[in-house]
């Protein structure tokens, strides 16, 4: 069934308009720019069925002998509409029309462009995309278009991984990352590393794969794009697993599970992680055994907001078993409460309230020596803040204390 006709108003009323005052057959290279422009506008809106007959039009006014430049861009969009439509047979063929009309007009960025589409829905029809995408590579001059010239390497390196090649995926890989730095875009380099990580994997190599997938999370910020920092948190995992660091893999996989935005198969994968090594509280203090007490304020931070996100029981749990760790490591106690209460002080106020009761009902369940014991660290780092978070965290830690009865009184 067809796509129904919209009523037309904003730009796609005032193209239809302009079609109608330069008919094809006495202005026909006006009528097909108009055509063009319509047709890139109904795509906008999601009618493909609309723009791809409008894009058909154009590319036949804009006759390849006498406008070849123009004909190859409509036949390019068109093959984006398509592609758009999910008829990638018909979106291969006119992406591999316009790189070879592009290519007779010596235009190499337009070529390498659509040799880049032409490789994006090879890969997604199952079929060889390195060769479109190694000549996209050599075509986008990464000192003009250094985002595309990033994104045509890291489609290339995803190509070659998914040809069972992870050692010639490398190369373009790094490259994809060192270009999307350059270029500040932040989610391809976080795709570009996410990739990396995989081929490192398939490669045998899980130390380095773990190093890639870190810098994959980081350029994927948990609140900025959750599911990507999801997706490098549960490849992570898989990598630490295979490194064996289980305490690591177990963090990565758990922190994976709680970001806000889990793609299914994600999901599926951190959960199988979980499954073999535990989805139990008390992960932190197991990574934290194995790192140097620097990096303790940025390990607590993180995981902190997933303990605060959670629900009250997991939250309950995680507390319970901060406590306990704390309790048994005497001489890493300090370094412990001084990374948790800095990364308290820096959570949103409810969830920062919500992790406090959650720790003072933890330190209300011990007997009230043991309570001393387990508050005494939280109260000296609290001591050492600046006036106003140290107020502020004192006051939070009085009323929950007061509230759930313990005999620790004085923060």
Not at 39 to 46: D, I, N, P, R, S
Not at 102 to 109: E, S
Not at 295 to 310: H, N, T, Y
Not at 349 to 359: R, S
Request: overall charge negative; charged content about 20%; glycine content about 10%.
């Amino acid at each position: 069934m067809g796509e129904q006709r919209r009523p037309d108003d904003g730009a796609v009323g005032q193209l239809r308009e302009r079609l109608a005052r330069y008919p094809a057959d006495r202005y026909p290279v006006q009528h097909a720019t108009a055509r063009f422009h319509l047709g890139v506008a109904l795509a906008a809106e999601g009618r493909t069925e609309e723009a791809a007959a409008d894009l058909e039009a154009a590319a036949a006014l804009f006759r390849p002998d006498h406008l070849p430049a123009e004909h190859a861009k409509a036949v390019n969009a068109l093959g984006a509409v398509r592609r758009m439509a999910g008829d990638l047979d018909g979106a291969a063929g006119a992406f591999a029309d316009a790189a070879e009309a592009f290519a007779r007009c010596a235009l190499p960025l337009e070529e390498g462009a659509a040799l880049y589409n032409l490789g994006l829905v090879e890969r997604e029809r199952g079929r060889p995309a390195v060769a479109p995408l190694e000549r996209a590579r050599a075509l986008l001059d990464p000192a003009r278009v250094p985002a595309q010239a990033a994104a045509a390497a890291r489609e290339l390196g995803a190509a070659l991984l998914d040809a069972g090649r992870p050692d010639d995926a490398v190369a373009p890989l790094q490259e994809a990352v060192t270009l999307a730095e350059r270029a500040g875009d932040h989610a391809g380099l976080g795709g570009a590393a996410n990739v990396l990580g995989l081929a490192h994997l398939a490669a045998g190599r899980p130390e380095e794969a773990a190093t890639a997938l870190e810098a994959a999370a980081a350029a994927h910020p948990r609140s900025i794009r959750p599911d990507g920092w999801a997706m490098a948190k549960a490849n992570q995992a898989l990598a630490l697993e295979a490194a064996g660091r289980p305490a690591h893999a177990r963090l990565a996989a758990l922190q994976a599970l709680a970001a806000p935005v889990v793609p299914p198969p994600v999901r599926t994968q951190a959960e199988a992680v979980a499954a073999r090594l535990g989805a139990g509280p008390g992960a932190l203090w197991d990574v934290l055994d194995t790192e140097p007490a620097e990096r303790w304020p940025a390990l607590v931070r993180e995981d902190a907001r997933r303990w605060a996100e959670a629900g009250a029981g997991r939250r309950a749990g995680e507390c319970g078993a901060w406590i306990a760790g704390q309790l048994a490591r005497p001489a890493a106690a300090g370094d412990g409460a001084a990374a948790l209460v800095a990364a308290l002080v820096e959570l949103p106020p409810a969830e920062m309230d919500a992790l406090v009761t959650a720790l003072a009902g933890a330190l209300a369940a011990l007997d009230p020596d043991t309570q001393q014991a387990a508050a005494g660290p939280l109260s000296r780092a609290i001591g050492r803040l600046a006036v106003p978070q140290l107020l502020r965290l004192k006051d939070a830690f009085e009323q929950a204390g007061a509230a759930a009865g313990l005999s620790v009184t004085s923060w």
